[in-house]
């Protein structure tokens, strides 16, 4: 009966106006909490989403609504999205600090995806994430100020060389498991922040400085235009690039979510003893998860590089790596949108919190752990995959 | 029934968010204009208290000008915090240097921060008094008009302590340094002063700055016979190298260090293995400042929590002074107070002593003075028992 | 000094990082023996240790209570294990039970969680926190010389106790009915449970077993090196989770093996090889991924039972 009724009065408001209301709401509640000098909206934006969480929790079946009506009006949705985010840099053009940041948003979140496959998706606790993520800065940063290779080139290197340095670990990972894996990563990543530190041709404790900024097909970035008479600030450029790689990543690993290449890599991870005898090449998908993943996080700093002009060892580091951890972590393991989530939490929040200074990185500890054992799975977490069968598959939600 | 309760929802929420907006207006209120500035630096971290030493020497600047009937503009800082790391340095600055508002920036305590971020300062225009950071390049690797410094470069510290150290005749130098940007650049000033000089480096030992354990390390210098040891290194691995001397027996060897030890921290936590090491800072005593009794009394009577540092508060308080004056002299515009910067810095009263800025906005007048560690504190060199002649430097072996 | 005079010091250097390393090991070891975890807050748990020792210590001459070094050394042992025990045994309870059941990758998030916020705490809440703090001298300070080798008083000391300690632990695990608990509850908790074995309890106690490792490293760590910096717990915790690895997790004269081998790579790589200094920990963590490929169950582990 109930069913029924939202159904009767799902017509008197109407879906399409559901679908904006939601995206506006998030965006404001975003921005606000980003630009507002008071402290009113920067405890309510976070509030109300916390709250508005814990409600579609609650009642199912308003997320079952609110999901049902995103499906219907899809193309809406993402005109919606899509606007709002073209219109972000000029909501933002007088807080050029604040877009610079939702610069890094996708950098990251771009990074985390990669680190998603493989620590969420085939189980592989990768912990020289950062290391990947140097790889790519780092090529991209010698490429073009030793070589003087065309910008374009280096978003094919980053992550080409991330790639390749993944088969360095291939053999120690196809011969261990679990927290080997962990300890062959983190080592990868000691010795890598290490190398390069000492190296000359890296340039040393210091890094390298000038990188230019990126430029593609003739278009130099990092500087304003004028595009239809509308002053964009600077990092409007990089901000809609990095919206289209962040988007681009989203929708490749959404799409090996819900393909074959998704179950096997989850089967992998939950039993491999089942995913070998149902024949499954358990090591070929690690391995493929493996590198892909990394692939990601070098393209993220080919990109950081030309946009921070700046990169060092320090900047590489395993503190980097336990960052894009959390971000998968709090999201919701193996949930790309859960990632989404993570992102902006973990890169937004305590760049605005700068007020509590010393005792950031405590509430962030405390954080980590009280999320990881009141909600295990992330703040969203595993959908079972929904191929049509959600009746047979709800009995097996319960995901170990 | 769910729908209707998340339409109202949906209304009551809406409703939140205008009240909130609307609640965020402020009015500014002030009779003089008022002129934001921006102080960067370690404010939180381990390098904490030379940061929150140097925010504190700036900000006594600004409330001497805030309080002086006189000026014609209200001061207004924003503090901004740059962890002494890269990435962080890059937003810090952009915070700064996008807000129009601001005209001008002390910044910055590790040269990493200050050489990652040059870029951006010369990208924006904005003019940047460096007050702790002392790498070469910050001035002289680049040719922006918004990077100054009133403190001197490793270059001429190094320069110095390798003169002190040739002259007081040790010949044979080893070195351990840190391989940071800190320690690295350290180490190659001197060795490159040391050698011109004539004298030989017999030993370097780079180790990683975190080490608490260098023994291995000090092991092969105390078999090259040195005729003193050479710490390239920040407080925390001077500490660790003067403990680890002791322990391997070998306080028969002088040691010379950087501007980097010269903290409290070093005596009280290495005990009586630092007594006797020498290092070098910049800046006079500051009984020797010509503001530095007042700059004393004035910060022990504003009763920060963190202890003066020597000598980053006085450099803050120069850094703000220089740029107070600039803003007076041709007002809050970016491009003016650079131009005011580097073309009337010369011959400048400070508190630290003259301020002369070089074509590279670097201060060519930037004294050092060499510390002793005597009974547990840095003492003046030649105000020490060690310069009277009551106590005996570590001789060197191969006299 | 003569070369052989240099090597025979570099030993000695070695087999006192070695040690070092070896004590945070074997709590490693005893943790991944029980509850198939990987503690990555044991190296913060050491110095939490140190501080408790220090602190205890400031208080005491505070109030000026003037004990001789002997006594006072063991008082703030013992102080020191109450203070870390009850921290370790609450963040057990709190954090790291609830997941002990859940996949690997779960706890040791959890407990990378848990370092962050023990080195945060003892920066905030300590006084001076941030700084490096001296320790107190608790042992004989003088040294004689084999030719131009020094060898300290306290050096042996110390070796010897850290090695009494670990043989201790090693028979705790392996003669008492405590010991029979725990191997009980690591092999199969749920069959140790219907023998008659708390296995609750049994996990507080392997909590407090190792809280007073920590604490007792901790304190060995502060006198051996003079000095002691909150910093410092993350980077020892993860040679000492190596050092169990290389040795063979759950063994404990493995992970002993195990911190001796990686003290000794650091100190020789850096002694003997040229930029040996610089890439000394990288030769170090080289090798623990070169033991990873080839014997991945460590110098004296068990073969692994590998699936698939």
Known sequence: ?400 | MASKITQRRLIFVSFLIATLFLTQCQAAEGEKPTVNLAFIGPLTGTHSSGGQGGYNGFMLAINEANADPNSKYHYEVEAVDDECKEDVAVQAVLKAATNEDIVAVSGHYCSATALAAADLYHQYQLPNVVWGAGHPDVTYGNDYPEMMRVLGTLIEQNTVNAKWTFAHGYKRVAALYETSDYGQSHFDNFSNAFTELGGEIVLSKGVNKDSTDVTAELTDIKASNPDAIYLGSSAPLSIAALLNMERLGMDDIQVVGTSGMRITQVPDTAGSAAEGAICFVDGVPIEKMPGGAKLLADYEAAGFEVEIQIPWTPFAYSAAQLIIEAVEAVGPDRVAITQYLNENTTNKDTVFGKVTFDDHGQNIEAPFTAYVVQDGSWVPFDDSEYATGERQLIPPTSE | ?308
């Open chain 1, 1 to 400: 009966m109930q069913q029924s009724f939202g159904h009767d009065n799902r017509l008197s408001f109407p879906g399409w106006a559901m679908v904006l209301a939601v995206e506006v709401v998030v965006f404001v509640l975003i921005i606000g909490f980003l630009l507002s000098p008071g402290p009113l909206f920067l405890i309510a934006a976070p509030l109300v989403a916390v709250l508005s969480l814990y409600l579609l929790r609650r009642r199912p079946s308003t997320l079952k609504i609110l999901t049902h009506q995103f499906r219907q009006y899809r193309k809406l949705a993402l005109v919606g999205i899509g606007i709002l985010l073209l219109a972000t840099p000029i909501v933002l053009a007088s807080n050029v600090y604040w877009l610079f940041n939702l610069v890094l948003v996708g950098i990251f979140l771009t990074a985390a995806l990669g680190l998603n496959l493989q620590m969420g998706s085939a189980g592989i606790p990768n912990m020289a994430a950062a290391a990947y993520y140097g790889l790519g800065a780092y090529t991209a940063g010698l490429m073009l100020t030793r070589l003087d290779v065309p910008s374009e080139l280096t978003l094919i290197a980053g992550p080409a060389i991330a790639a390749l340095f993944s088969v360095l670990l291939f053999i120690p990972l196809l011969r261990t498991s679990g927290f080997y894996m962990a300890l062959v990563s983190v080592s990868f990543q000691i010795i890598f922040v290490i190398v390069i530190e000492n190296l000359e041709f890296t340039g040393g404790p210091l890094g390298i400085r000038n990188i230019p900024y990126l430029s593609l097909l003739g278009f130099q970035f990092g500087s304003s235009h004028n595009v239809f008479g509308i002053k964009l600030p600077t990092y409007a450029d990089f901000f809609y690039l990095a919206c289209l790689m962040s988007i681009a990543a989203l929708v490749v690993f959404n799409r090996l979510y819900h393909s074959w290449v998704g179950v096997t890599l989850s089967t992998i991870r939950d039993d491999p003893v089942v995913a070998a005898t149902s024949g499954i090449h358990t090591k070929k998908w690690t391995l493929i998860a493996f590198t892909l993943g990394n692939a990601c996080m070098g393209l993220a700093g080919a990109y950081y590089a030309q946009l921070a002009n700046y990169i060092s060892p320090n900047i590489f580091g395993l503190e980097r790596t336990l960052i894009l951890i959390s971000i998968v972590i709090l999201g919701g393991i193996d949930n790309v949108l859960g990632v989404v989530l993570g992102t902006f939490i973990i890169i937004l929040i305590p760049e605005r919190l700068r007020f509590l200074g010393d005792y950031r990185f405590l509430i962030y500890g405390i954080a980590l752990m009280l999320g990881l054992i009141l909600r295990p799975r992330g703040l969203l977490p595993f959908r079972v995959r929904d191929f049509g069968l959600s009746a047979r598959n709800s009995a097996s939600t319960s995901d170990g």
């Open chain 3, 1 to 308: 000094m003569s070369a052989l005079e240099v090597l025979a010091q570099q030993l000695i250097n070695g087999l006192m990082l070695g040690v070092m390393y070896a004590l945070i090991a074997v709590g490693f070891t005893l943790y991944f023996g029980v509850l198939n975890i990987i503690h990555f807050a044991h190296g913060d748990m050491v110095i939490v240790g140190s501080f408790a020792a220090l602190g205890l210590y400031t208080v005491m001459s505070a109030v000026g209570l003037s004990i001789p070094p002997l006594p006072l050394l063991i008082i703030l042992l013992i102080g020191s294990s109450i203070i870390t025990a009850v921290v370790g045994v609450a963040s057990e309870r709190i954090f790291i039970k609830p997941v002990s059941k859940a996949p690997q990758i779960m706890s040791l998030l959890v407990t990378l969680g848990l370092s962050i916020t023990l080195r945060e705490s003892i920066r905030i809440f300590y006084p001076r926190g941030t700084d490096p703090h001296p320790y107190p001298v608790l042992l004989p300070v003088g040294y004689f010389k084999l030719g131009e080798v020094v060898v300290r008083y306290d050096n042996i000391i110390l070796f010897l106790f850290a090695m009494f300690m670990m043989v201790i632990l090693f028979m705790i695990i392996q003669r008492t009915k405590i010991g029979y608990g725990i191997r009980a509850v690591a092999q199969d908790d749920e069959a140790a449970k219907m023998m008659g074995v708390d296995a609750d309890r049994t996990i507080d106690i392997t909590f407090v077993i190792g809280s007073v490792l920590a604490a007792v490293g901790g304190v060995m760590n502060g006198i051996y090196y003079g000095q002691i910096f909150f910093a410092t717990g993350f980077m020892a915790g993860l040679i000492g989770f190596s050092a169990a690895i290389i040795g063979g997790l759950g063994s404990v004269y493995g992970a002993i093996a195990g911190g001796f081998l990686f003290g000794l790579i650091e100190t020789l790589a850096s002694a003997l090889l040229p930029f040996g200094s610089e890439y000394r920990r990288a030769i170090a963590f080289l090798v623990v991924l070169i033991f990873l490929v080839f014997r991945p169950q460590g110098i004296l582990g068990e073969k692994l039972s590998e699936r698939v």
